[in-house]
């Protein structure tokens, strides 16, 4: 999440977590009510759901440790972050200061079940200098790879603000 989170309505799931079976608008997947979700999109969602609770509870520290010794981070109008050093090096938010969320549309596992990625929404919360609330909304992907460890990793994660109003990205043209 380049500079991840979630923008949704009160019907979506808390920051970071999954919906609850039947709790969310017909227009959004619930990946825990369908029967038929692979366990590897199952894994990508668990692992974006602890994710955001870490970052969430710990801030830019949390962000920089899911990261892989290889990981990249794309944030928008930023300079690329290439290795979990400088993932770590700029990402020194602290959670009363800033406070990212995130949600997952979906997520994909590569055949061979050591690669995947997750797509969402994310906001980010602060305060400008004079106190006034800064909200940031935008979309994200983020490449998970299973590690030699077992661990899975973020190897790319990156993201795009978008306007608060600017709805659905999936809805299908009308073709007026």
């Known amino acids: 999440m380049g ?4 923008g949704l ?5 808390a920051q ?3 919906p609850e079976p039947g709790s969310t608008p017909s227009s959004v997947p619930n990946p825990l009510s369908d029967t038929t979700v692979k366990p590897g999109k199952m894994l990508l969602f668990d692992l974006e759901a602890r994710f955001a609770k870490d970052v969430l509870e710990h801030g830019g520290a949390a962000f920089a440790d899911w990261f892989a010794e290889d990981g990249v981070s794309l944030g928008n109008g930023q300079a690329p972050k290439l290795g979990k050093v400088a993932v770590v090096k700029s990402a020194i938010w602290s959670p009363k200061d800033y406070q990212l969320t995130w949600t997952p549309t979906d997520a994909a596992m590569g055949p061979s079940g050591d690669i995947g990625y997750t797509w969402g929404h994310f906001e980010g919360h602060s305060k400008d200098a004079n106190g006034n609330p800064v909200t940031t909304t935008g979309r994200y992907i983020t490449i998970w790879r299973k590690q030699p460890d077992g661990n899975w990793k973020v190897v790319l994660d990156a993201g795009a603000n ?3 109003a ?7 043209p009308t073709g007026n």
Do not use: R, S
Not at 3 to 6: D, E, R, T, V, Y
Not at 166 to 172: E, P, R, T
């Open 9 to 13: 309505a009160a019907a979506m799931p």
């Open 3 to 6: 500079f991840l989170a979630a």
């Open 166 to 172: 600017a709805g659905d990205c999936c809805k299908v």
């Open 16 to 18: 970071g977590q999954l």
């Open 162 to 164: 978008e306007p608060a």
